[in-house]
């Protein structure tokens, strides 16, 4: 992890996380498995222009999907480290979010 462009791996949009981005003022990404609390924070803060009042960061566990009709292969959904961010009051919301509400 080299700057902060590559902290942020992508959103994470589920009915979850659209109800914390509308009523909390709560987003969820997807992160960088070495992004900690302060990288996260300074990304944020940088690339849209906001005032994050908290990071929240954890990890979500590998699962184990369905097996086949054959029952010999085995479908596993990898881990992935997630933050959820939560905005100071009078910051604006995040645009990659304004269409999920």
């Known amino acids: ?13 589920t009915e979850k996380s659209s109800y914390q981005s509308g009523k909390l003022s709560q987003y969820v990404f997807v992160v960088a498995d070495e992004a900690t609390r302060t ?7 940088t690339l849209f222009d906001v005032t994050v009042a908290r990071v929240n960061i954890l990890n979500a566990p ?18 992935f480290k997630k933050a959820i961010v939560t905005l100071a009051e009078g910051s ?7 269409g999920v509400q």
């Open 1 to 13: 992890m080299t700057n902060l462009y590559n902290v942020l791996i992508r959103p994470l949009v």
């Open 62 to 79: 590998a699962k184990r999907g369905r097996r086949t009709r054959a029952r010999r292969m085995l479908v596993r959904r990898p881990s």
């Open 92 to 98: 604006k919301p995040l645009e990659i979010f304004e």
């Open 39 to 45: 990288t996260v924070k300074d990304a944020i803060e």
